[in-house]
C-alpha cells in the first residue's frame, strides 16, 4: 500500500478477489468492506501544523479517534474500530471528518453484519453528500445482503454513473449477480453401459 506522507494511506486498497461468481460468495461481505472502506481516515483528517520556532511543519491526524477507528477497521477489528470511530465522530470538524466517520461506521456495522445500523449511517451520509459513489456501494451490499435487491441494482446504478470502472463497484455488481442469477455448476452423467449389448464398445 502506497505511503503519501509520513502518515498518509492511499485512499485505495486492493485486496485479492477470485475471478468467479462462485469464488465471491466465498469472499463474503467482510472483504468488500475491506476493499471499499470509504475513505481512510489518515488522508482526510491530517493537519499541518507550522513551528514558528524552527519553521518545520508537524504532519499528524487532527481526530486521533477517526484514525485509530479506521486503523482497527482495516485490521479486521470491527468492534474496535465502530467504537474508536464513534469517539471521533462526536469530535468531528467540518463536513470531511463528519462524512469519513459516517462512511466508516456504514463500512464497521456491515463487517458486524449489523445491517439496520449500517443502513442508518450510510443513508445519513448520503443524505449529506450525495455523490459519494463508495456510500452507494456500501449500500448496495446491504441491501444484498438482506435481499432487497431491487434496491441494491438502484444503489450500484447510481454508484457506478459516479465512477465508472471502480473496482469496488465490480466485486459489489458480481456479488448481485451471484445473488440474483446464481451460477450452478452443470453436471454431466455419463449413461453409458459397460458394455453395450450389441458387444461393441461402449460410446
Request: hydrophobic share 40%; glycine share 6%; charged share 20%.
Amino acid at each position: 500500500m502506497p505511503m503519501v506522507s509520513p502518515i498518509i494511506h492511499s485512499t485505495e486498497r486492493l485486496a485479492p478477489v477470485h475471478r468467479t461468481r462462485s469464488a465471491l460468495r466465498r469472499i463474503g461481505c467482510v472483504v468488500i468492506v475491506a476493499l471499499l472502506l470509504p475513505s481512510m481516515v489518515a488522508a482526510q483528517t491530517a493537519r499541518g501544523i507550522k513551528n514558528d520556532a524552527n519553521n518545520t511543519v508537524v504532519i499528524g491526524p487532527s481526530n486521533l479517534p477517526l484514525f485509530e477507528g479506521a486503523q482497527a477497521l482495516l485490521a479486521g477489528h470491527a468492534e474496535e474500530g465502530v467504537r474508536l470511530t464513534l469517539r471521533g465522530l462526536k469530535v468531528a470538524q467540518g463536513a470531511r471528518e463528519h462524512e469519513t466517520g459516517l462512511s466508516n461506521l456504514c463500512a464497521g456495522y456491515l463487517m458486524l453484519a449489523q445491517y439496520k445500523s449500517a443502513l442508518l449511517y450510510c443513508d445519513m451520509l448520503l443524505a449529506r453528500n450525495d455523490k459519494n459513489w463508495r456510500a452507494y456501494n456500501n449500500r448496495a451490499v446491504i441491501y444484498i445482503k438482506t435481499s432487497q435487491y431491487d434496491m441494491a441494482e438502484r444503489d450500484l446504478a447510481r454508484g457506478e454513473a459516479l465512477r465508472p470502472g471502480a473496482h469496488t463497484l465490480k466485486v459489489a455488481r458480481a456479488m448481485y449477480l451471484d445473488a440474483v442469477s446464481p451460477v450452478f455448476p452443470e453436471i454431466e452423467v455419463d449413461d453409458r453401459q459397460s458394455q453395450a449389448s450389441d458387444g461393441s464398445e461402449p460410446r
